[in-house]
Nanobody, 115 residues
Framework: QVQLVESGGGLVQAGGSLGLSCAYS????????MGWYRQAPGKQRDLVASIDSADNTDYVDSVKGRFTISRDNAQKMVYLQMNRLKPEDTAVYYCKLSEGTMNFWGKGTLVTVSS
């Protein structure tokens, strides 16, 4: 069974940086897409960044140039480096693994950016 566990959330001042990690375990297909999503209070969960098995990345416009997604397949880890954080980045951040028609989610980690 695939499991994902996020870590690295916390409180940071606007303009600061934070790094999130996602450890995944279980049987993983070689072709998959890892993504970071976020959900602010009262809002829907939205994609922030994704990376596929070929290390192709994609970002939502609001984080381009500030966030970087990466992965280490040997260690079964996915990372999200967040720089120049803004109060509007405050949300619960979730890690997602997609392989074929299957999607697996972590439980999330809270990021709070104070102004």
């Amino acid at each position: 069974q695939v499991q994902l566990v996020e870590s690295g959330g916390g409180l940071v001042q606007a303009g600061g940086s934070l790094g999130l990690s996602c450890a995944y375990s279980g049987i993983i297909f070689s072709r998959n897409v890892m993504g970071w999503y976020r959900q602010a209070p009262g809002k829907q969960r939205d994609l922030v960044a994704s990376i596929d098995s070929a290390d192709n990345t994609d970002y939502v416009d609001s984080v381009k140039g500030r966030f970087t997604i990466s992965r280490d397949n040997a260690q079964k880890m996915v990372y999200l480096q967040m720089n120049r954080l803004k109060p509007e980045d405050t949300a619960v951040y979730y890690c997602k693994l997609s392989e074929g028609t299957m999607n697996f989610w972590g439980k999330g980690t809270l990021v709070t950016v104070s102004s």
